[in-house]
């Protein structure tokens, strides 16, 4: 019978920040996203509890450490690619929804950390605008307004005049129909539901764009009976994105 192989040190602290991950998706997602990097840890920490490799309130030093550092709920300064990208998006969109200056909070300082052009990612892209609106307004249920908006940016995304089908905007136009039909908000569908791997979802993705923006907002706004965008939704991060893009270009 072969034996298990004895975990590294690191492996062990990796698994304790189950609990800690998981609690950061759900203070800001309303749930632990199926299939996520909470719901993964959450599996591997229950069965080393099981096994008695960690106990049940075991926390790494880092993660008890650096979770007072958050953005859009999750460690940041731990976190690093895409995923480091897309919260500090959020943030950006997160300020700018309480109506400052998108022009002043987003210095080439913040690009560059960002990790925008140079040796880094040539921009953000329409796509991961998407997954940072699951982080800024994740709770909302989904409307036509939202659905329209995403359509706007998987056009554009992908260069395709047609709604992919099993992409974000297919998603999006469905859990918009059944919202409709629902009374309460608890049994609608999230934006946060349809956005949280909108990038995978996506058969090509590119850099958001000024014009990129402005086609996402007019689709919002159009569809909305008020003719106003939701405040960190859709059209808020795609331009938040297509800004700091620009930022960084001049």
């Avoid at 309130?57 to 300064?77: F, L, M, R, W, Y």
């Avoid at 960002?114 to 921009?123: A, C, H, Q, T, V």
């Avoid at 009374?183 to 909108?198: N, Q």
Wanted: with cysteine; aromatic share 2%.
């Amino acid at each position: 019978m072969s034996q298990e192989q004895p975990q590294r040190p690191e492996e062990k602290e990796a698994i304790k920040d189950a609990a800690m991950m998981q609690k950061a998706e759900n203070a800001k997602l309303g749930m632990t996203q199926k299939g996520g990097a909470a719901a993964a840890m959450q599996s591997a920490a229950t069965k080393n509890e099981k096994s008695g490799v960690v106990g049940h309130n075991d926390t790494s030093k880092v993660a008890s450490d650096g979770i007072s550092e958050t953005i859009a709920g999750k460690a940041v300064h731990k976190l690093e690619g895409k995923e480091r990208k897309i919260c500090k998006l959020a943030e950006v969109v997160e300020q700018f929804s309480q109506k400052v200056s998108l022009g002043i909070m987003t210095p080439p300082s913040v690009v560059e950390e960002m990790g925008i052009g140079g040796g880094g990612s040539p921009g953000i892209t329409i796509g991961e605008a998407l997954e940072a609106t699951a982080l800024t307004a994740g709770k909302k249920p989904v409307e036509w307004s939202d659905a329209a908006a995403i359509q706007a940016a998987e056009v554009r995304a992908t260069g395709r005049t047609n709604i992919v089908p099993g992409g974000v905007a297919a998603a999006a136009q469905s859990a918009a129909t059944l919202n409709a039909r629902l009374t309460k908000d608890e049994e609608k569908t999230k934006l946060g539901d349809i956005l949280a791997d909108a990038t995978s979802k996506l058969p090509s993705d590119r850099p958001a764009t000024r014009r990129d923006a402005e086609g996402v907002v007019g689709a919002e706004l159009r569809n909305d009976p008020y003719l106003t965008t939701h405040p960190g939704g859709v059209s808020a991060s795609v331009a938040a994105a297509a800004r700091l893009n620009q930022t960084k270009h001049n």
